[in-house]
């Protein structure tokens, strides 16, 4: 199996271009940290794992449905607006990874991250960050 580059038989060069102008004004988030942000781009990264109980989840679900949006748009609206709150800006930007599977590629499977940005300012309540997710259907200004 080999590692497909930018070089190999694709030519990605105007699909970097379309990102890099639609993501030209997203900066990274100005989040308080115990240390410093290392200028070294690296796979070193970290996880944590919590478990929600069965009765949010159906709270939750509950919640979804009748916000007629997935669970996954009602946790990613959480999600930003927990950044927003924390950082205080209101353009939050956050990568999904999706999996495209044999694209251009034969029979290999590539990962792809999705940016869902969202515009948020201090009167959105949790529904209305919902609703601008769930009305781009994913798209980068989600």
């Keep these: 199996m ?4 930018l070089s190999e ?3 990605f060069e105007p699909e970097i271009n379309y990102w890099k102008h639609k993501l030209r004004w997203v ?3 100005n989040l308080f940290t115990d240390s410093a942000r290392s200028d070294k781009k690296g796979n070193n ?3 944590s794992e919590f478990v929600i109980s069965e009765k949010l989840k159906e709270q939750l679900t509950r919640f979804s449905d009748e916000q007629k949006v997935s669970l996954f748009v009602t946790l990613l609206s959480a999600y ?3 950044l927003y709150r924390y950082s205080s800006q209101d353009d939050i930007c956050v990568g999904n990874v999706i999996c495209n599977a044999g694209v251009n590629s034969g029979h290999h499977n590539h990962l792809n991250i999705l940016p869902l940005r969202t515009e948020i ?3 959105n309540k949790l529904k209305k960050v919902i ?3 769930e009305d781009s259907g994913g798209a980068l200004n989600a």
């Excluded at 080999?2 to 580059?5: D, E, G, Q, V, W």
Aim: net charge positive.
């Design 2 to 5: 080999s590692n497909l580059t």
């Design 9 to 11: 038989n694709m030519p």
């Design 27 to 29: 900066k990274p988030l």
């Design 45 to 47: 990264k970290h996880s």
């Design 80 to 82: 930003k607006v927990l």
């Design 121 to 123: 300012n201090n009167s």
């Design 131 to 133: 609703s601008i997710g």
